[in-house]
């Protein structure tokens, strides 16, 4: 059945490592989204991609990179750069990414920086 | 700066009776609204959406109410359920598809 999965569910990583969260879609949606989420701030966007091979900038980029080199997936790599890293860390798709699309969600990943 | 706000972080009802969730938003460009719904350690699941087209919207016991010239948006959920306890969080959207979400409210629902 169709769906986003993220993979791992919970991740330990020490200070100064990259570390790379999956985000995979069997829903054929052509957008894709990560956020990151902390205590009492809501969600907040990382990177998105509209379409495959092209990504953009969110609100809160630095310290991350992505890449959309497959239509169904969408990593996210936190980089040594990332201040603090430490999140719930979600990622979403949309059929496209413009007009009023309702955003699916993954199950999330917890990263916690050691 | 923070186009969309949820300024009440808490809200407990009792079982039966309704909860009123609220949303306020600053960009007169907004043009759609959503709500979600998230569990502990969950992704959030969408719930309801408004278009600005309109001042109401109702699915089941959940309803949103739309007022343009207030920039003010609301849930009401009724009757409220245990199993609504969760958070919720409203986005809006001007056809861009980046969804700005407002802090979420925690809702707890006692029997």
């Known amino acids: 059945d169709g769906g986003i999965t993220q993979s791992p569910k919970y991740l330990f990583r020490k200070e100064g490592q990259n570390v790379t969260l999956s985000c995979e879609q069997n829903?054929?949606?052509?957008?894709m989204y990560w956020y990151r989420q902390d205590p009492g701030q809501g969600l907040r966007l990382i990177y998105y991609?509209?379409?495959?091979?092209?990504?953009q900038k969110g609100d809160i980029a630095e310290g991350y990179s992505v890449s959309r080199e497959k239509k169904e997936s969408f990593p996210l790599t936190v980089t040594s750069a990332q201040k603090n890293p430490t999140a719930f860390y979600l990622c979403?798709?949309?059929?496209?990414?413009?007009?009023?699309?309702?955003?699916?969600f993954g199950p999330g990943t917890r990263l916690t920086v050691l | 700066d923070q186009q969309v706000k949820q300024n009440s972080p808490s809200l407990s009802v009792q079982e039966g009776r309704i909860s009123i969730l609220n949303c306020d938003y600053t960009?007169?460009?907004?043009?759609?609204f959503l709500w979600y719904k998230k569990y502990p350690a969950e992704g959030p699941t969408f719930l309801i959406s408004?278009?600005?087209?309109?001042d109401k919207n109702e699915d089941g016991r959940f309803t949103v109410f739309l007022n343009k010239s207030a920039k003010h948006l609301s849930l009401h959920i009724v009757p409220s359920q245990p199993g609504d306890s969760a958070v919720y969080f409203c986005?809006?959207?001007?056809?861009?598809?980046?969804?700005?979400f407002g802090q979420g409210t925690e809702l707890s629902v006692k029997p």
């Open positions: 979403a798709s949309s059929l496209s990414g413009s007009g009023h699309n309702e955003q699916f």
């Open positions: 829903l054929n949606h052509d957008a």
């Open positions: 991609s509209q379409i495959v091979n092209d990504f």
């Open positions: 960009n007169s460009m907004f043009d759609y």
């Open positions: 408004i278009s600005s087209i309109k």
């Open positions: 986005a809006a959207t001007n056809q861009g598809g980046k969804l700005i």
